[in-house]
C-alpha cells in the first residue's frame, strides 16, 4: 500500500530535516516523474519525486491538489512528461502543465537545484544497455555464431520503434526495477522545502 504524498514527510537531500512551510494558493507543485535515483541526483528545491510507473497510484491526490495549485510536471528533457501529461488530462487533471525543456531546461538557465549523488538516469540506463547487447552481439556473431547477430538487429528495431512513437520498451521495463522504483524518495507534496 502507497502511503499519500501528503502524508510523508519532506526531506532533504543532504539528510538534514529542513523547515517546511505550507504552499500559498496558487504556488506551483513541481511534480518530477523521473526515477528516484535521478532525483536524488539533482532535483528542484521543493520538488516532488512521483516516477512516471507510479503515477497512477497518486491520481486522486493530484486531482485534489490541482484544485488550488497548479501542477507543473517535469523531467530530465521531456520524453517521460509528455507521457504524464496525457495521462493525467486524461484523468480530469485541468491545472496542468508541464515544465518546458525539464530540468535541463531549468539548470541551463541557472536556476537553483538540490544536488545529492550523480547516478544513471533511465535514459542512460537503456542508451547503456543497448550499447552492450549491440556489442556482444555483434562480438559473439563473428566469433561464436551467426545467429547472435540477432541481438543487434533485434536492438536496432526496438530502437527505430522507440524513436517513431516516442516510447521505449526497454526504458519502460527498466523503470519497473526496485533501483527505479518510488521509495523513500517520494515527498509532501503539499509543503514546500529542500526535498
Not at 16 to 23: F, Y
Not at 59 to 70: A, C, D, W
Not at 85 to 95: I, P, Q, R, V, W
Request: charge should be positive; charged fraction near 15%.
Amino acid at each position: 500500500m502507497n502511503t499519500m504524498l501528503l502524508d510523508q514527510k519532506p526531506k532533504s537531500g543532504t539528510g538534514h530535516k529542513n523547515e517546511v512551510s505550507p504552499l500559498s494558493l496558487n504556488d506551483p507543485i513541481y511534480i518530477d516523474v523521473r526515477t528516484p535515483q535521478e532525483f536524488k541526483g539533482m532535483h528542484i528545491s521543493g520538488s516532488r519525486n512521483i516516477p512516471l510507473p507510479d503515477l497512477h497510484t497518486y491520481v486522486e491526490e493530484l486531482q485534489t491538489l490541482s484544485r488550488e495549485h497548479p501542477i507543473r510536471l517535469l523531467c530530465r528533457t521531456q520524453n517521460r512528461v509528455k507521457i504524464a501529461y496525457e495521462y493525467l488530462t486524461n484523468h480530469g487533471l485541468t491545472n496542468c502543465e508541464i515544465l518546458q525543456g525539464g530540468i535541463t531546461a531549468w539548470v541551463n538557465q541557472g536556476k537553483p537545484v538540490v544536488r545529492g549523488q550523480q547516478r544513471i538516469s533511465l535514459e542512460g540506463q537503456v542508451r547503456a544497455i543497448a550499447g552492450g547487447l549491440i556489442l556482444a552481439g555483434v562480438a559473439f556473431g563473428f566469433t561464436v555464431h551467426s545467429g547472435f547477430f540477432f541481438i543487434p538487429a533485434l536492438v536496432g528495431a526496438g530502437l527505430l520503434h522507440a524513436g517513431l512513437t516516442d516510447s521505449c520498451l526497454m526504458g519502460m521495463l527498466l523503470a519497473k526495477l526496485p533501483m527505479n522504483r518510488i521509495g523513500n524518495s517520494s515527498k509532501n507534496i503539499g509543503k514546500k522545502g529542500d526535498s
